[in-house]
């Protein structure tokens, strides 16, 4: 009786990079490969994705539909953090990363299987997420990377799909790496590399072009709860719906394009193309509301904080202690944060235009220069005699040691004489 094979789960997506690891796999390890598809949210059909993976020569083909756990458990408190790696970027690739891991080691645990793969790059982010996120919930799983382990170029990839009869949706004419979930898509290779070249148009699918949206703005109110969106123009909705209207309605209107050169994981700088007409807008519409409800102190922490996590998400470390003791500031930063947001969408641009809240520290009586004006003017003299105090006392003490040169002048500008203007 011949030895049963080993198994391994792969993180099957149908693209070109998965397609070809399912045949590798089987040639350099010998391994029955059990193909696990994540659906967190795309607008293909992810149904002959899975046919295809037996079809390539998987032993069986899975799919798990992750939508409602990425929205809920990810993507809103990525959103709560106001997580965007280098203020540009929503993170949608990043956010995925840690729970198709915790998929993948879910998977082998009920299937028996000893190992997982991934179709990463040996010189790209995801490689560090995968197998961080992996290597802490389970050390025990061995981890293949086919990408990582033969360094074939996207051309040598296609060719050997080509040799071994393996469908792939690219060509040399369309050289695009692609991932998509329900937060925004990314794209890269090809022209993109080239960081002066401008994107052609071919690429987008989620937004129209500036100059191919209405003429006519598009008015938007959400409606948030502890920094998490519930509404959308008034009516309640579930997440999953909210984000793909937004997409849709933001995308419509040209907004949503992201053209950022970003700094790497392991060094290097690369020029990625993202589509996030809704994490836009939430962004967006989130920190204006944070700015009418928070102080001056507590607003300007959470810009440090908000930093630190998302260098945590985009660094892989989701299932660090990190990350809790930074989730646990953002859930108590976030209690006051309720109230609604109007947003306009025009040619490109989302652009606040009003905002409300039953906890706003906006008070007008004290902010108006009309009649109900309730600050106290005459404080103001006092105020300013202390908090100048010091500045003062330094300067009648140390602009005396300026005078007598016993220390450097200081980058006082030079006198200028007024000049006389002599009317005709």
Same mark, same amino acid.
Not at 48 to 66: E, F, L, Q, R, Y
Not at 176 to 196: A, H, K, T
Not at 250 to 255: P, S
Not at 312 to 329: E, K, P, R
């Given at each position: 009786?011949?030895?049963?094979?080993?198994?391994?789960?792969?993180?099957? &997506?149908?693209?070109?990079?998965? &397609?070809?690891?399912?045949?590798?796999?089987?040639?350099?390890?010998?391994?029955?490969?059990?193909?696990?598809?994540?659906?967190?949210?795309?607008?293909?059909?992810?149904?002959?994705?899975? %046919?295809?993976?037996?079809?390539?020569?998987?032993?069986?083909?899975?799919?798990?539909?992750?939508?409602?756990?990425?929205?809920?458990?990810?993507?809103?408190?990525?959103?709560?953090?106001?997580?965007?790696?280098?203020?540009?970027?929503?993170?949608?690739?990043?956010?995925?990363?840690?729970?198709?891991?915790?998929?993948?080691?879910?998977?082998?645990?009920?299937?028996?299987?000893?190992? !997982?793969? =991934?179709?990463?790059? *040996?010189?790209?982010?995801?490689?560090?997420?995968?197998?961080?996120?992996?290597?802490?919930?389970?050390?025990?799983? /061995?981890?293949?990377?086919?990408? @990582?382990?033969?360094?074939?170029?996207?051309?040598?990839?296609?060719?050997?799909?080509?040799?071994?009869?393996?469908?792939?949706?690219?060509?040399?004419?369309?050289?695009?790496?692609?991932?998509?979930?329900?937060?925004? @898509?990314?794209?890269?290779?090809?022209?993109?590399?080239?960081?002066?070249?401008?994107?052609?148009?071919?690429?987008?699918?989620?937004?129209?072009?500036?100059?191919?949206?209405?003429?006519?703005?598009?008015?938007?109110?959400?409606?948030?709860?502890? *920094?998490?969106?519930?509404?959308?123009?008034?009516?309640?909705?579930?997440?999953?719906?909210?984000?793909?209207?937004?997409?849709?309605?933001?995308?419509?209107?040209? !907004?949503?394009?992201?053209?950022?050169?970003?700094?790497?994981?392991?060094?290097?700088?690369?020029?990625?193309?993202?589509?996030?007409?809704?994490?836009?807008?939430? =962004?967006?519409?989130?920190?204006?509301?944070?700015?009418?409800?928070?102080?001056?102190?507590?607003?300007?922490?959470?810009?440090?904080?908000?930093?630190?996590?998302?260098?945590?998400?985009?660094?892989?470390?989701?299932?660090?202690?990190? =990350?809790?003791?930074?989730?646990?500031?953002?859930?108590?930063?976030?209690?006051? !944060?309720?109230?609604? !947001? @109007?947003? %306009?969408?025009?040619?490109?641009?989302?652009?606040?235009?009003?905002?409300? &809240?039953?906890?706003?520290?906006?008070?007008?009586?004290?902010?108006?220069?009309?009649?109900?004006?309730?600050?106290? =003017?005459?404080?103001?003299?006092?105020?300013?005699?202390?908090?100048?105090?010091?500045?003062?006392? /330094?300067?009648?003490?140390?602009?005396?040691?300026?005078?007598?040169?016993?220390?450097?002048?200081?980058?006082?500008?030079?006198?200028?004489?007024?000049?006389?203007?002599?009317?005709?």
């Amino acid at each position: 009786m011949g030895t049963e094979k080993k198994k391994v789960v792969l993180a099957y &997506s149908g693209g070109l990079d998965t &397609s070809v690891a399912i045949k590798w796999i089987q040639e350099k390890y010998n391994m029955d490969v059990i193909a696990l598809t994540i659906d967190l949210g795309t607008e293909k059909d992810l149904k002959p994705v899975v %046919k295809k993976a037996v079809k390539t020569g998987a032993c069986k083909s899975m799919i798990i539909d992750a939508k409602e756990v990425f929205v809920d458990y990810f993507i809103f408190p990525a959103l709560q953090a106001g997580a965007l790696y280098e203020r540009t970027y929503p993170l949608a690739t990043a956010l995925g990363r840690p729970l198709i891991a915790k998929l993948l080691v879910d998977t082998a645990k009920a299937e028996g299987a000893c190992a !997982v793969a =991934h179709g990463c790059t *040996g010189k790209g982010n995801d490689q560090v997420r995968f197998d961080i996120a992996i290597h802490t919930l389970d050390p025990s799983l /061995q981890i293949i990377a086919p990408l @990582r382990e033969w360094n074939m170029t996207r051309n040598e990839s296609m060719e050997y799909a080509r040799i071994n009869e393996i469908p792939v949706d690219v060509s040399t004419r369309n050289p695009y790496s692609i991932d998509e979930n329900i937060w925004g @898509r990314s794209i890269e290779c090809g022209i993109l590399e080239d960081p002066w070249a401008e994107p052609p148009e071919d690429i987008y699918k989620w937004t129209k072009n500036a100059n191919d949206a209405p003429g006519e703005p598009t008015y938007i109110e959400i409606g948030f709860e502890n *920094g998490i969106p519930l509404t959308l123009n008034g009516q309640e909705t579930d997440g999953i719906n909210l984000i793909n209207e937004l997409n849709k309605i933001a995308g419509d209107n040209g !907004v949503g394009r992201i053209d950022h050169l970003e700094n790497r994981i392991v060094g290097i700088k690369s020029r990625e193309i993202y589509e996030s007409p809704a994490a836009i807008v939430l =962004h967006k519409a989130h920190q204006a509301l944070e700015e009418i409800v928070m102080t001056k102190d507590t607003h300007r922490f959470k810009d440090m904080v908000s930093t630190h996590y998302s260098d945590m998400v985009y660094n892989g470390l989701w299932y660090s202690t990190f =990350h809790q003791d930074l989730a646990a500031y953002i859930l108590s930063n976030q209690r006051f !944060v309720v109230g609604t !947001v @109007r947003l %306009k969408l025009f040619k490109g641009n989302c652009i606040v235009v009003g905002r409300k &809240s039953p906890l706003s520290l906006y008070d007008h009586s004290l902010a108006t220069y009309d009649t109900g004006d309730t600050f106290e =003017h005459d404080a103001a003299t006092g105020f300013i005699k202390i908090y100048g105090l010091p500045t003062k006392t /330094q300067a009648q003490i140390q602009l005396k040691a300026l005078k007598t040169g016993e220390v450097i002048p200081s980058i006082m500008p030079p006198k200028v004489e007024p000049t006389d203007v002599m009317e005709k």
